[in-house]
């Protein structure tokens, strides 16, 4: 299994300078800029990057859906070697080519333009600071943290709207390796890329009438203490919550999704389970239930620390 998670989303974008800043209030690092293609690079801790291109962009494939939105994503490989041995294993695939020795480029049956390459993020040390729960105290003489900002450690997952869900998610197992962790009946899928890894890396929707399209992006950070500061920086700087805070009872995260003007949502999360080869996936109905245990709509004011209700505006 080669693939082992994400690199690089690339992003067509209506409005640069607007989502220029929502970048650096997400908490993401400004890593360069190109004045000649007018691109925006922004980088999480371990170098996953963000790129923001103009939506007329002819550095960018044809969008799969209109408006700012994702045009390509890139996956990181193991090796040289694995990535040589992809490279046989896409040929012939729709939109393949390759770019270097280091690097190709095929479409999925979605319409979303994928790269590969060897993998180039580095491992991030962080202090965490530990919970105590009944019978397992791990924290003894500390307060735990309160954060004013999320710092996003990596791009965790994204999730796609499909029209062609059993097509698509042949293509990743079949083609990718990527491993199923949890299904909701005959409506979306859950993948991990690793057989040993978190939850998921990539969430295929399939909704009634819904074509393909960007649902949201998932950056992992430390905690939930960091899952609430962030929301509430986004919030202090004016960007609106989708949802959140709240916790996915199917993968167990607290998540946290902003409104982006990239296209979709950006999502903090944390505390996703983590599988191995001795799950087995389990299949239940879509509903609210089992896609939230609890969730705060519209988000929580920086300034009185309460939930904001429907008729006000952020």
Not at 21 to 29: A, E, P, Q, V, W
Not at 200 to 216: E, Q, W
Request: aromatic fraction near 10%; hydrophobic fraction near 35%; include cysteine.
């Amino acid at each position: 299994m080669s693939v082992i998670g994400i690199e690089k989303m690339e992003f067509g974008v209506e409005d640069l300078s607007t989502c220029e800043k929502f970048m650096t209030d997400f908490g993401l690092t400004p890593a360069g800029q190109d004045s000649l293609h007018r691109t925006r690079t922004f980088n999480t801790l371990s170098g996953a990057s963000v790129v923001l291109h103009p939506h007329d962009s002819a550095e960018l494939p044809a969008a799969f859906e209109s408006g700012s939105t994702l045009r390509r994503m890139t996956w990181g490989v193991k090796s040289k070697v694995e990535l040589a041995e992809l490279r046989q294993k896409l040929a012939g695939t729709p939109g393949f080519k390759a770019i270097s020795d280091g690097e190709i480029e095929c479409r999925d049956p979605n319409g979303m333009t994928l790269r590969f390459i060897e993998q180039q993020q580095k491992k991030v040390v962080l202090p965490i600071s530990p919970i105590n729960q009944w019978g397992d105290v791990r924290r003894v003489d500390e307060a735990s943290p309160v954060y004013d900002k999320a710092s996003p450690i990596n791009i965790g997952h994204v999730v796609f709207f499909v029209q062609e869900l059993e097509a698509t998610e042949r293509f990743y197992c079949e083609v990718l390796g990527f491993q199923v962790s949890d299904r909701y009946t005959g409506r979306a899928v859950f993948l991990r890329a690793e057989v040993r890894g978190v939850h998921h890396n990539l969430f295929l929707l399939k909704i009634p009438n819904r074509k393909p399209g960007l649902n949201h992006v998932a950056f992992t950070v430390r905690d939930i203490h960091e899952v609430i500061g962030g929301g509430l920086a986004m919030n202090r700087h004016h960007w609106s919550t989708f949802i959140g805070p709240g916790r996915h009872p199917i993968s167990s995260a607290y998540f946290w999704y902003v409104n982006s003007p990239t296209g979709g949502a950006f999502e903090y999360y944390t505390n996703d389970d983590y599988l191995t080869e001795n799950w087995r996936p389990r299949e239940m109905e879509h509903s609210v239930t089992t896609f939230t245990e609890w969730a705060v709509e519209g988000g929580i004011d920086y300034d009185t620390r309460r939930q904001i209700k429907k008729s006000e505006t952020v």
